[in-house]
């Protein structure tokens, strides 16, 4: 297998000022295909905060009845930096910003032949 094209993005968040922490989410959608996604943090900053940036959800086709979720909840902690299936349809890619928080990053999906 090879890397036969593939699609970036940024991630871009701040939560500043204040005790509010913020999330957000960027989702991308593609016919079924071999595709893996992945993250990145280049750049983070803050006072007493924390940054997290992760995959928070992927869907996948492994039948004609309808798309199957893997879904790795809300808890930041939990969103692995990268993921893969031979038939996925879409990912999620979230980002988790605490309190006095700022964070830059990527996301990159790959999708193979």
């Given at each position: 297998?090879?890397?036969?094209?593939?699609?970036?993005?940024?991630?871009?968040?701040?939560?500043?000022?204040?005790?509010?922490?913020a999330?957000?989410?960027?989702?991308v959608?593609?016919?079924?295909?071999?595709?893996?996604?992945?993250?990145a943090i280049?750049?983070?900053?803050?006072?007493?905060g924390?940054?997290?940036?992760?995959?928070?959800?992927?869907?996948?086709?492994d039948?004609?009845?309808?798309?199957?979720?893997?879904?790795?909840?809300?808890?930041?902690?939990?969103?692995?930096?990268?993921?893969?299936?031979?038939?996925m349809?879409?990912?999620?890619?979230?980002?988790?910003l605490?309190?006095d928080?700022?964070?830059?990053?990527s996301?990159?999906?790959?999708?193979?032949?």
């Open positions: 297998m090879h890397i036969r094209s593939r699609s970036t993005g940024t991630i871009f968040g701040y939560a500043l000022g204040g005790d509010r922490s999330k957000g989410t960027v989702e959608n593609f016919a079924p295909k071999a595709a893996s996604a992945s993250v280049s750049e983070t900053g803050s006072g007493d924390f940054s997290a940036l992760g995959i928070r959800s992927f869907e996948y086709r039948s004609p009845s309808g798309p199957n979720k893997k879904d790795f909840g809300g808890n930041a902690y939990d969103w692995p930096p990268s993921a893969y299936h031979k038939l349809t879409r990912v999620t890619f979230g980002m988790h605490y309190p928080s700022i964070c830059a990053g996301w990159t999906l790959d999708f193979w032949s």
